[in-house]
């Protein structure tokens, strides 16, 4: 990957909280596009994951900082999608256990965690295009994008679907907590001094509480072929 990303590549970024479905939203946009994919995400929680495995503390920014500025963090193309390596190993299913959400967003409150990862993620800006989920694409890490968009969906919903993903995999969890992690997180997110998770002023907003993923999908393809023609 290139140290300096290039600004003539088109970048369409997706952002919102936690469980609006921007995950899936985003791997099927960047797919029928062909562009490449940024889950921001998995960067974020990459380092929770590393900070629980190292007890770091979640408030020791010099020691955040040290893991950010060492990650050995890969993605890889797989069958699957992409897989994400840590230390070069596969972490995937680890990264998506409630403990790392949890951690993950502790430390991206953190202005020195979010200063520290933002080149990383600059880099990810290469010819065709770039799909890029997070929670401040659009705001901060690339506010020259011509395609934004903030995803949404009530915190109701947003928990039923973090629930049903956990009990898939087998993990028991209270509705009632899921509930509430996630709208401390919001308030969390919305309220912190550096990239807030607010909508871009130029970003499309769309609720996904009463759509399908397809619906999602299908919206976001005619804003970015709209984009294209003008």
């Not at 590549?9 to 960047?30: E, F, Q, W």
């Not at 109701?156 to 996630?182: I, M, N, P, T, Y």
Request: hydrophobic share 40%.
């Amino acid at each position: 990957m290139s140290d300096v990303s290039d600004s003539s590549v088109p970048v369409l970024t997706i952002d919102g909280p936690s469980g609006a479905g921007k995950g899936a939203v985003s791997a099927i946009v960047a797919e029928r596009l062909g562009w490449h994919l940024l889950d921001s995400g998995a960067v974020y929680r990459a380092v929770a994951l590393a900070a629980l495995d190292r007890r770091v503390d979640p408030e020791d920014d010099l020691a955040l900082v040290s893991l950010c500025e060492n990650l050995d963090l890969q993605f890889q193309s797989s069958e699957d999608g992409i897989a994400v390596l840590l230390e070069g190993r596969p972490v995937d299913e680890r990264l998506r256990s409630e403990a790392v959400s949890v951690m993950a967003s502790r430390v991206a409150s953190r202005p020195a965690v979010r200063r520290a990862l933002l080149g990383l993620q600059q880099q990810f800006r290469r010819p065709p295009g770039l799909v890029a989920d997070g929670r401040d694409m659009g705001t901060v890490v690339f506010p020259d994008a011509p395609v934004k968009v903030f995803l949404d969906a009530s915190v109701e919903e947003r928990a039923r679907r973090r629930h049903k993903q956990l009990k898939e995999k087998g993990e028991s969890v209270k509705f009632s907590r899921l509930f509430h992690d996630l709208a401390e997180r919001d308030r969390r997110d919305r309220e912190r001094a550096v990239s807030p998770t607010v909508p871009a002023p130029d970003a499309a907003v769309i609720d996904s509480t009463e759509l399908t993923l397809e619906q999602v999908v299908e919206r976001i393809l005619d804003l970015a072929a709209e984009s294209a023609r003008s």
